[in-house]
């Protein structure tokens, strides 16, 4: 008899904890979360600072943040030395680049291609709903492990702390694959409405794939979608673009000067 109100309880518990932590997090709480991770990862890693190279960078961002409608953030744009091939955006528009990117990076377009993407996760606000999506499976996760052991011993909580770690993965990864294609799609509108040609944004996720034919997987692969699928949908979304536009690949050499620079000064960065 007793079972019965104490599970009634329990669910209401869980339910009123889940809306609390699916409450929509703010453009403040945002702001306030980017500001607290860039303030705290800049002080840990060492950023390159070579005016070149960070003027180049930002001016291909904000190029591109010119066509991307109104946005409610300031973006910052940094580059990381590190030699992987990677990218990741911060809440609020804290965009980080590492020099393995750059380096990869075969045309401008390409470069633009990443940057793109990653502007398109904080312009449909993937990281604040990814936050959400996190606590509230982390929370439930946690609920279950509780009740498991109220009601079952600690066998119980051990294969429940198993199986909901298992399950948070999936329902999480699931979610980020979705918001893959959307920051894919963000990315090509905004490279043909700024000048750039958004087949760099395929032939750079065709250089991840023949990365990841090696014995690393990049990066900038990890819970994404399988490359092959997004190299065949970005195409499919470029095919329906007009065609009569003119649109850049290259720079005049300007991303071969960064390149250069980068490749000199390598060594003076911890890896």
């Known amino acids: 008899m007793l079972g019965m109100p104490f599970t009634r309880a329990l669910r209401l518990m869980i339910c009123g904890l889940?809306?609390?932590?699916?409450?929509?997090?703010?453009?403040?709480?945002?702001?306030?979360?980017?500001?607290?991770?860039?303030?705290?990862?800049?002080?840990?890693?060492?950023?390159?600072?070579?005016?070149?190279?960070?003027?180049y960078v930002s001016a291909i961002g904000r190029r591109l943040l010119e066509h991307a409608g109104p946005q409610p953030f300031t973006y910052r744009f940094h580059v990381v030395p590190k030699?992987?091939?990677?990218?990741?955006?911060?809440?609020?528009?804290?965009?980080?680049?590492?020099?393995?990117?750059?380096?990869?990076?075969?045309?401008v377009s390409e470069l633009a291609g990443v940057m793109a993407h990653e502007i398109?996760?904080?312009?449909?606000?993937?990281?604040?709903?990814?936050?959400?999506?996190?606590?509230?499976?982390?929370?439930?996760?946690?609920?279950?492990?509780?009740?498991?052991?109220?009601?079952?011993g600690p066998g119980a909580a051990d294969t429940?702390?198993?199986?909901?770690?298992?399950?948070?993965?999936?329902?999480?990864?699931?979610?980020?694959?979705?918001?893959?294609?959307e920051a894919d799609a963000f990315a090509v509108q905004v490279m043909f409405k700024a000048g750039y040609d958004?087949?760099?944004?395929?032939?750079?996720?065709?250089?991840?794939?023949?990365?990841?034919g090696g014995r690393s997987v990049p990066a900038f692969l990890s819970s994404h979608?399988?490359?092959?699928?997004?190299?065949?949908?970005?195409?499919?979304?470029?095919?329906?673009?007009p065609r009569d536009a003119r649109l850049e690949r290259h720079d005049n050499g300007r991303l071969e000067q960064v390149q250069g620079i980068l490749?000199?000064?390598a060594g003076k960065h911890r890896r």
């Open 18 to 55: 889940l809306a609390a932590a699916c409450a929509p997090l703010s453009v403040d709480q945002e702001r306030s979360l980017g500001a607290d991770f860039s303030r705290d990862f800049n002080r840990r890693t060492v950023l390159v600072r070579d005016p070149a190279v960070t003027r």
């Open 83 to 107: 030699t992987g091939i990677n990218a990741f955006a911060a809440p609020a528009g804290y965009i980080y680049i590492y020099t393995g990117t750059i380096l990869e990076a075969r045309n």
């Open 120 to 152: 398109g996760h904080v312009a449909r606000r993937h990281i604040a709903n990814n936050f959400n999506r996190a606590l509230a499976t982390n929370l439930l996760h946690q609920v279950g492990v509780v009740a498991a052991e109220i009601t079952a």
């Open 160 to 181: 429940a702390r198993a199986l909901g770690g298992l399950a948070a993965m999936g329902y999480l990864n699931t979610f980020s694959r979705e918001a893959e294609y």
């Open 198 to 212: 958004p087949r760099g944004l395929a032939t750079f996720f065709e250089t991840l794939k023949e990365k990841k």
């Open 225 to 241: 979608p399988a490359t092959s699928a997004r190299i065949a949908n970005t195409r499919r979304m470029i095919e329906g673009l």
């Open 263 to 265: 490749r000199k000064t």
